[in-house]
């Protein structure tokens, strides 16, 4: 079974912390992504990583950045952590190539920044 | 630029009853589309998918989907809901990338 994994559920942090929100796949899969969920606004992508290294933003990056050093770990970094980043963060993975891969998702970090 | 649209923010239906989720894409070409389920606190569950050939998807937990080009929708629907239905239902369509276009969700109750 794929198991992608995220080091909270739960979080609470104030304004103005660093905040890293970790995710972990056992699939060896190549693509890795991190949305934020929102009532009414669904899943929207903020940044996604096609390899070790690479990264490419999404459609909501601002405030965020992320790491990928090793292929199975993809992290979501809150440089400066702001109310509006109030959220449920979820991550996901897919192997390479072809829009048939379904993407397998997390539990979800539910994130509150006080 | 593809998107999907999911008209119905909620939805309630009674426990045995027929369920039907609307979903419309927005696509050039031939689209592969997605039905995702979230449960209370959880993340997203594949629940079925299409790329070609036969129109009607068959997926887990005893849901299909209808893939109908002419109306440029991908409905899903169960014959007779249960209980442990209760969830949020995304539809998605992937782009040549990968990434995936998810809509806002279709959050579904049941009642007994």
């Known amino acids: 079974d794929v198991k992608v994994t995220q080091s909270s559920r739960y979080l609470v942090k104030r304004t103005g912390e660093k905040v890293f929100l970790e995710c972990v796949q056992d699939m060896d899969h190549e693509n890795m992504f991190w949305y934020r969920q929102d009532p009414g606004l669904g899943l929207r992508l903020i940044y996604f990583s096609y390899d070790v290294k690479m990264k490419e933003k999404g459609d909501i990056p601002e405030g965020y950045s992320v790491s990928r050093e090793k292929k199975e770990r993809f992290s979501l970094i809150l440089e400066s952590a702001s109310t509006n980043q109030t959220s449920m963060y979820l991550c996901?993975?897919?192997?390479?190539?072809?829009?048939?891969?379904?993407?397998?998702f997390g539990p979800g970090t539910r994130l509150t920044v006080l | 630029a593809q998107s999907v649209t999911q008209p119905d923010i909620h939805i309630t239906v009674s426990e045995g009853a027929s369920l039907e989720l609307r979903c419309n894409y927005s696509y050039g070409a031939t689209p592969y589309l997605f039905w995702y389920v979230q449960s209370p606190g959880q993340g997203l569950q594949l629940l079925l998918k299409?790329?070609?050939?036969?129109?009607l998807v068959q997926g887990i937990k005893g849901f299909e989907a209808e893939f109908k080009r002419s109306q440029s929708s991908f409905n899903l629907r169960k014959p007779s809901v249960h209980w442990s239905d209760a969830a949020e239902y995304f539809c998605?369509?992937?782009?040549?990338?990968?990434?995936?276009?998810f809509g806002t969700g279709t959050s579904l109750t049941v009642i007994p």
């Open positions: 996901a993975s897919s192997s390479g190539g072809g829009r048939q891969n379904e993407q397998f």
């Open positions: 998605a369509v992937p782009n040549t990338g990968n990434q995936f276009y």
């Open positions: 299409y790329f070609s050939g036969d129109t």
